[in-house]
């Protein structure tokens, strides 16, 4: 949640990539929420954007409420050749 941050310099920019890439590298998404217009222009400049593992969203609320539900589909993907397994279709 960025709603506190109102600028953000090269250095920090550069630390936001890094970290996105090693959280890309290890299978995690990075999303960021409630950014600040003067924030989303440095993003956009930086081309942090180009690169995200994740989305940028308006609220907290709406981005808690997304990915969780995405992560509870994939985990349901996941879980579904086991329970064909266990019917025995498999």
Not at 1 to 28: F, H, P, Y
Not at 49 to 56: F, M, P, Q, W
Not at 63 to 74: G, H, M, N, Q
């Amino acid at each position: 949640m960025c709603s506190a941050v109102n600028a953000i310099d090269a250095s920090a920019l550069e630390s936001l990539e890094m970290i996105n890439r090693r959280l890309a590298d290890a299978g995690v998404c990075l999303h960021l929420s409630e950014v600040k217009g003067p924030v989303m222009d440095a993003l956009e400049r930086s081309h942090l954007l180009d690169g995200l593992s994740g989305k940028v969203w308006l609220s907290q609320h709406e981005a808690f409420t997304k990915v969780i539900a995405l992560a509870d589909r994939e985990q349901e993907s996941l879980a579904a050749p086991d329970l064909w397994a266990a019917r025995g279709a498999i």
